[in-house]
């Protein structure tokens, strides 16, 4: 006979909702044909286990958008031999330049810096440099990514910042970066051993940031331009 699975599962998460008929047990349904494990654990959500990834990769395809945000990462991963899926979006959610917007932040978001990606790599560099300095200048852009640009050279990650930046149009803000940045970094390292360059430093942060926000809202207008043309390669529709 069949099993009324959905009374099953409905019941289990009662329990948590203080509704009358209910399961207090843990349950499992095991289907040994696909050799698949499916477990509700509360009214919050559920797991999907299987023997293979094939045999649910349909399930993982069809309720993508269901995949919680903290085990999405591992999950994508799993799905793709280890590199990160594209988000999956519906193109109605994709109306307007904001909506863009919030989806290639998510979608940069998702992935671990370097990704391998170009598209996403450079959009990473772009974003970060973007929104530290809304937040609070030079500064800040040096203390968040300071580890990154000690890994890879002062040198290689302002050729990586301003190749991207006039790719975007952005070429007086490139011109700034050419300007100030390599100087607030060998100020940022000295002042680690000597207290005396802070003078310095805060100076010349100050005259970069003073360039950045003479422009107004003109880097955020062109990133919006852009993500409307590279969205495509970043979210699967």
């Known amino acids: 006979s069949e099993m009324d699975y959905t009374g099953l599962l409905k019941e289990c998460c009662n ?7 209910t399961v207090y047990q843990e349950i499992f349904i095991v289907n040994k044909t696909r050799k698949t494990v ?42 793709n031999g280890g590199n990160t899926m594209k988000p999956v979006m519906k193109r109605s959610d994709l109306k307007s330049k904001e909506d863009i917007w919030n989806a290639v932040i998510l979608a940069i978001s998702n992935v671990d810096f370097p990704s391998g990606d170009p598209a996403a790599d450079e959009l990473s560099i772009l974003f970060q440099y973007y929104s530290e300095n809304e937040s ?56 680690e051993q000597d207290e005396q360059k802070e003078d310095a430093f805060l100076k010349a942060v100050e005259q970069a940031d003073r ?21 495509p390669k970043l979210i699967k529709i």
Not at 144 to 153: A, D, T, V
Not at 212 to 223: C, P, R, V
Request: some cysteine; overall charge negative.
């Open 38 to 79: 499916f477990h509700v654990y509360d009214d919050r959500g559920c797991d999907l286990i299987a023997a293979s990834v094939e045999a649910i990769r349909p399930m993982y395809e069809t309720f993508n958008g269901w995949i919680l945000d903290y085990d999405r990462l591992q999950i994508d991963q799993v799905f």
């Open 136 to 191: 609070g200048g030079h500064e800040i852009l040096l203390n968040w990514g300071s580890e990154s640009i000690e890994e890879q050279g002062i040198d290689a990650y302002l050729e990586k910042l301003t190749s991207i930046l006039e790719k975007i149009g952005a070429g007086e803000y490139a011109a700034i970066e050419q300007r100030y940045l390599k100087g607030i970094w060998q100020l940022y390292k000295e002042l």
């Open 15 to 21: 329990e948590d909702m203080g509704f009358k008929k």
């Open 211 to 231: 360039a950045y926000q003479a422009h107004g809202k003109q880097l955020e207008n062109k990133m919006e331009a852009y993500f409307v043309d590279v969205y």
